[in-house]
């Protein structure tokens, strides 16, 4: 199966980082049979 990227974007961005430390890691996709496209990641924070 070859894969063939169409566009890029950003699924997670940190709008405050001076304020809170926030990560997004693990990102995953997933194609649903009626052609939908999925896309999620975990979440993390310090405990500063």
Not at 3 to 17: A, D, I, S
Not at 27 to 40: H, K, N, Q, R
Request: aromatic share 8%; charged share 10%; net charge positive.
């Amino acid at each position: 199966m070859q894969l063939n990227q169409l566009e890029t974007g950003v699924l997670f961005r940190n709008v405050k980082p001076h304020v809170k430390s926030v990560h997004a890691y693990f990102p995953s996709t997933a194609l649903l049979p009626d052609g939908i496209l999925v896309m999620w990641s975990c979440m993390g924070s310090s405990l500063v």
